[in-house]
Nanobody, 119 residues
Framework: QVQLAESGGGLVQPGGSLRLSCAAS????????MGWYRQAPGKQRELVAR???????RYADSVKGRFTISRDNAKNTVYLQMNSLKPEDTAVYYC?????????????WGQGTQVTVSS
């Protein structure tokens, strides 16, 4: 069984910064990808940033230049550094892990952490 421990959400003023963390643990041979998605009220869940393997990254256009995703393989942890936050970044942020075990490749989601950008 896989567990994802998310942390780092909260309330921040526009222009501020937050750092999200997501630590994966459990029965995994290899983590193929880790990423962050978000869902605002009344909207569909969308990709924020994703890291595939060790270095290949993908970002939503709306966060390019402001957010940085990184990964610590030794800790099975993915980070999302969010700078210059805007009110439209307000959402529940979900960690996602794609991993492989004896049963094949699996897709797993965290419980979500709230990020609110408001003055």
């Amino acid at each position: 069984q896989v567990q994802l421990a998310e942390s780092g959400g909260g309330l921040v003023q526009p222009g501020g910064s937050l750092r999200l963390s997501c630590a994966a643990s459990g029965s995994m041979f290899r983590i193929n990808a880790m990423g962050w998605y978000r869902q605002a009220p009344g909207k569909q869940r969308e990709l924020v940033a994703r890291i595939i393997g060790d270095i290949s990254t993908r970002y939503a256009d709306s966060v390019k230049g402001r957010f940085t995703i990184s990964r610590d393989n030794a800790k099975n942890t993915v980070y999302l550094q969010m700078n210059s936050l805007k009110p439209e970044d307000t959402a529940v942020y979900y960690c996602n892990v794609v991993y492989r075990d004896y049963g094949g490749e699996h897709d797993y989601w965290g419980q979500g952490t709230q990020v609110t950008v408001s003055s």
